[in-house]
């Protein structure tokens, strides 16, 4: 997007690309259909140390803007309907080839060069230099000073320029490009970059729980997932690993390790009145017997192993109240600790990342002239739904205008 940008205002654009193709992760995302953005783009859908950062971009090139050029591009997309209605994410219809190939398109005919295979060895400014090892380590080495542009040595040749724009990406999914590249080109540069985290990732859990989620693989329900500052009503997934879905994703994103997490599996409910009205009307029946009519019928056969196997076949009527109180905390707040994340292996994005106060939020440049970040590596991070997507196409736009 920033190449596009650029290059139709009359710069000219070289694009150095290390992997055998261009925008892999588009290829993959959405399950080959590519959530591209969404229609309720909101700054409050952002991760970062600074929630305004995100906003100019945001407005300067929107999710209209980008819907746009998909349909001057005849690419056919839809809305992905949820339980609760229409969630905004809009996917291709056909296929997530048809916006790289629509990217492709604008980079020709703007007169974007791409190199792919290219492999950046060194990297020489006035205000810093950086090498790769034979290793693959970096280091500092003595470079020639370039006056105030930027002196590339790739496997592919030299090349100078007056501006760099690092589109780098973040850690996540190396097999798709995910590299420490931008981060550790930034820090040469003496610009701050805050922790970074998988996002967007599934937990993974242990023991007794690891147990329960592997029986249950494959079973989806609606929850309420929250921990203690922050909820999304989604769908959990159980894996053999742990827990994934939209929900488990979302929240992956806010969680910190040792923290719990809580399902509430019957979101709709009231449960305490709702056990107690069981209790009232349907005095010989077993809990079992009503929530399978409301959750799936392993997960309900899990709980009660867990939580009542003593009153598993006693008839509601028999059961104490306090122990009514007891199974509804459990449904409504279902206690667990996740081990962990499965890591940038598998997560859709890396948090945190180059830090927003050393750049422009108008341009992404930073202070060093001519040097811009945008997407992925900069501690901007969206929610599951299409909004990283939107975040490069707007961060790449207003770093195109001004490069
Ligand atoms: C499996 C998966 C599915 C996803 N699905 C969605 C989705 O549906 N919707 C959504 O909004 N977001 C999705 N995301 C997140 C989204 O893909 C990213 O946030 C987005 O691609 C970031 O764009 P970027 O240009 O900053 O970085 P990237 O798309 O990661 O591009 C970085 C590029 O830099 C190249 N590169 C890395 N190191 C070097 C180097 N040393 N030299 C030269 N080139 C280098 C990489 O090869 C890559 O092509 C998904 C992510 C994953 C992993």
Redesign the pocket.
Known sequence: MCAITAAARGRKVLV????NK?????L???GGR?????LHITPDRFISANPHFCKSALSRFTQWDFIDRVEKHGVEYFEKETVNGLSG?L?CRESSKLIVAMLMDECLKAGVEIRLN???VNLVHREGCWSIGAGGETSTQPGRATGDGFRLTTNQGVFTSAALVV????L??PS????A??YELAERFGLRTLPTRAG?VPFTLTDTMKDVCGRLSGISTEVQLATSSQGFREDLLFTHRGLSGPAALQLSSYWSPGEHIHANLLPDQQVPELLLEWKQQNPKTLLRTQLDRLLPRKLVRELENLYWPDLAETSLAEWPNARLESASRQLQAWPIKPAGTEGYR????TLGGIDTRELSSKTMESAISGLFF????LDVT?H?????????WS??FVAGQSV
């Open positions: 150095l690309e290390r992997a261009v925008g892999k992760k588009i993959m995302s959405g590519c959530n591209f953005t969404n994410q996917f290219c492999e950046i589109a780098a990406g973040g996540s999914v798709l490009g995910g590299s590249i931008g967007l598998t997560a859709e994005v945008i997407g992925e590596i969206g599951l739904g299409g909004f990283n997507f939107q975040w490069a961060s790449g």
